[in-house]
Each structure stands twice: as C-alpha cells, then as structure tokens.
C-alpha cells in the first residue's frame, strides 16, 4: 500500500515568510509526528498527533511554528516569520495509534532553505 | 548528556564483513528500541524493532537490547554495498501521551565492493 508522502519535497523561501508543509499518512493510522533533521543529526520531535488533536507539542521550538491535522488524516506543518535556522528537512511519521508497541513509518521528508 | 549516544562514524567495511552498529542510552523508562536505515536525501526506514530486552533475528540482520547495561546493537551480516546508508538507533517509553522517538545521531555506513 502507499506510504506517507510529504508535499513538497523541497522548499526554499526568503527570511520572514510563511511556509506550510503537508503530511499525507498511511490510510488507517491514527497517530502522526512531525519530527525535524537538521544536517548530520538525528530526527527531533516537534508534536504529536492522536486523531485530530495534538496530544504531544512539547517539541515545537517557538510560537512561530503550529501544526494542524482537522479531519484526522492530513496534517500541516506551519512556520511563521521564518528563520535561517529553520532550514532542515522536516519528517512526517504515522503509526496505527500512539503508544508505545506502534510502528513508526516515515515519509521522504520536505527539505526547507531559508535563505 | 544526551539521552541517546551513537557514534556517527563514518564506518567503512568490506563487502562481506559483519558490521556491529552500537547506542547506548541515559534514561531507564525506555521500553522500546528501533533501528531505521536512512540513504542519503530519504526519509528514514524501519529495519528492526524490539520490546524490553532480548535478541531479534531478521534475515541478515540482529538487534540485541541489554537494558542492565543501557546499551543497543544492531550486527549486519555478510553486508552488502546496498547496505551503505546511515543507520539510527531509536527509543520510547512505554505508552502515556508521550508519541515520540528518541533518536541517536546516526552511524554512516560505507560497504566496499
């Protein structure tokens, strides 16, 4: 079956601007992370999704960043007034539910430069 | 400290030789331990998952947890140029609303033809 899929790929964008990142999950998983990569380290939580509400932020940097996921299916990864430092590639993962015994899978990611 | 120390290498072998990939980890309430494999401008892929301690066996590859020790493995077998990617280690506690993983940095694998 398909798997999680990120739109875009890749983003660039200029210093201050708004960017949305989209995460499409496996059909039937109700749980959902966005996790960020910056070059040569390991993934970060951001947040945590069970079903349409965020059971988990703690891992969102600032108030610039906000995520959404109102049917319970797609979710949107939302930074406001970027910042060069916000460049990374941001991961999308799914799971069946949001315990600990559920397999993550994660998308291709979308690789964002702030310029 | 971080909660999860890997090596990021990079760890270069020959096609064939067996490859012993290691994490070890600060905070005890971890119960679950994964490997993802990671090739370059990709997202990551789960190769082994395992609960508590013990050993799993998967083809070519086998992860063992000790958690008196703190300490995860991953062996790979006869490895393969195609093997040649970045291996993470990952870990969770048990349930609760915490969803997240704790990933180490990751070892860049490199198997020589």
């Known amino acids: 079956g398909a798997g999680v899929s990120q739109t875009p790929s890749n983003k660039v964008t200029e210093k201050g601007k708004y960017v949305e990142l989209r995460c499409d999950p496996i059909?039937?998983?109700?749980?959902l992370y966005w996790y960020r990569q910056s070059l040569g380290q390991g993934p970060e939580f951001l947040i945590y999704f069970q079903g349409t509400g965020a059971a988990d932020d703690s891992g969102l940097p600032n108030d610039r960043f906000f995520a959404v996921r109102p049917e319970g299916s797609v979710s949107t990864l939302k930074i406001q007034r970027t910042e060069r430092g916000d460049s990374a590639v941001y991961l999308c993962a799914s799971s069946f539910a949001g315990g600990g015994s559920y397999e993550q899978y994660f998308g291709p990611g979308t690789r964002l430069t702030v310029t | 400290q971080k909660e999860v120390e890997q090596d990021p290498g990079p760890l270069s072998v020959p096609e064939g030789a067996i490859v012993s990939l290691n994490c070890t980890y600060s905070n005890s309430a971890f119960q679950y331990f994964m490997w993802y494999r990671q090739y370059s401008r990709k997202g990551p892929e789960l190769l082994m998952y395992?609960?508590?301690?013990g050993n799993k066996e998967d083809g070519r590859f086998t992860a063992q947890v000790d958690k008196s020790s703190k300490y995860i493995s991953l062996f790979i077998r006869d490895s393969q140029p195609s093997d040649s990617a970045t291996y993470l280690c990952a870990m969770r506690n048990y349930g609760g609303s915490q969803g997240n993983l704790i990933f180490g940095k990751g070892t860049k694998l490199s198997v020589k033809p």
């Open positions: 059909s039937g998983h109700t749980a």
């Open positions: 395992t609960y508590s301690s």
